[in-house]
């Protein structure tokens, strides 16, 4: 069974310039966007882990209406945590630093390969 894409509402093109951008930069080609496109953009966006951070940053410039009609309850909640002080969008040019484990188990894999 092959699951059917959501299509993106806006050319790859505009979406890699999305996910390449600073905030600025960001509200920038936001705002060349319509606003019934832009409510389709944040829940795709939101959709997916990569680009929630994108979609909450694209939701806070949506009407309530807009992410309702195109996203149903997902819409409507989009639209409150877009707006929820504690959830925030935050985006940042630096990707999150990985840390590797140092706890017991990777004590015990060390001796093992000794």
């Given amino acids: 069974m092959q699951l059917n894409e959501e299509a993106c509402p806006v050319p790859e ?3 890699g310039q999305l996910y390449r951008s600073n905030p600025h930069g960001l509200a920038e080609l936001v705002a060349t966007v319509g ?7 944040a829940i795709y966006c939101y959709r997916r ?3 929630a951070s994108i979609g909450l940053a ?3 410039t949506c009407d ?18 877009s707006r929820s002080p504690h959830d925030a969008p935050e985006r940042s040019s630096h990707r999150p630093k ?4 140092k ?8 001796q093992d390969l000794i």
């Fill in 98 to 101: 990985i840390s590797l484990s």
């Fill in 64 to 81: 309530e209406y807009d992410l309702t009609l195109h996203g149903g309850n997902m819409g409507a909640v989009l639209f409150e945590k």
């Fill in 103 to 110: 706890g017991a188990l990777m004590t015990v894999i060390a």
């Fill in 58 to 60: 694209i939701a806070a």
């Fill in 35 to 41: 606003p019934e496109v832009r409510a389709m953009l």
């Fill in 13 to 15: 093109s505009v979406l």
């Fill in 49 to 51: 882990a990569h680009l």
